[in-house]
């Protein structure tokens, strides 16, 4: 695809060891270099400064066979892995990705949206000194799941009612983790159904 022919429809393509060699040859400077591209490029392609910006963040499980160079075992996957980080608008890699962002934009406002993996303390309060927003699953614990009790009661007691077949409660309140050293706002929803 990159060279715009099938395989089979003229000379040689490249062979399988080649594209693993041209997939390790970039060191370290070259893919911050890489990345920063993917940045301007992205910045470029707006013609004017927006107001907001949501970076959604995930990783996406590539599983390998063998003891592939730069792979590791991943508990979740259950296997050898790469799990490349995806940015998308609708390791902390966000640092580079704000400040390049805020030197095009510095009053833009950010938003980060990801999983309740990404919602480190240390990367939470890095957002908070940044001034960017941020909103994570968070995992579940004893002391969370005391707070959703009545709620999920009364979810519970609706879904037997029949007031529908799927009983959604929303409620908010401020929490800290041992390792937290604020309090931060939690949204909870708690679901009854079938």
């Not at 499980?61 to 979740?76: E, I, M």
Request: charged residues 25%.
């Amino acid at each position: 695809m990159a060279v715009g022919r099938l395989f089979g429809s003229g000379a040689d393509l490249c062979s399988q060891p080649t594209i693993s060699r041209l997939e390790n040859l970039p060191g370290p400077v070259a893919l911050k270099r890489m990345m920063a591209a993917m940045l301007w490029l992205f910045c470029d392609s707006l013609a004017t400064a927006p107001r907001r910006i949501v970076l959604d963040i995930d990783d996406t499980k590539d599983r390998v066979h063998g003891a592939r160079q730069l792979s590791l075992f991943h508990a979740h996957y259950d296997g050898r892995c790469f799990l490349p980080m995806h940015i998308h608008e609708a390791t902390l890699v966000l640092r580079h990705v704000v400040r390049a962002i805020r030197a095009r934009w510095p009053r833009v406002d950010i938003l980060v949206r990801g999983d309740s993996h990404y919602g480190r303390n240390e990367a939470m309060s890095w957002y908070e000194r940044k001034r960017v927003g941020y909103v994570f699953g968070l995992g579940g614990n004893t002391a969370l799941l005391g707070w959703g009790t009545a709620s999920a009661k009364d979810a519970a007691m609706g879904r037997l009612a029949g007031e529908a077949d799927k009983v959604r409660h929303l409620f908010e309140f401020r929490y800290a983790a041992r390792s937290w050293k604020v309090k931060r706002r939690v949204i909870a929803r708690i679901e009854a159904s079938v």
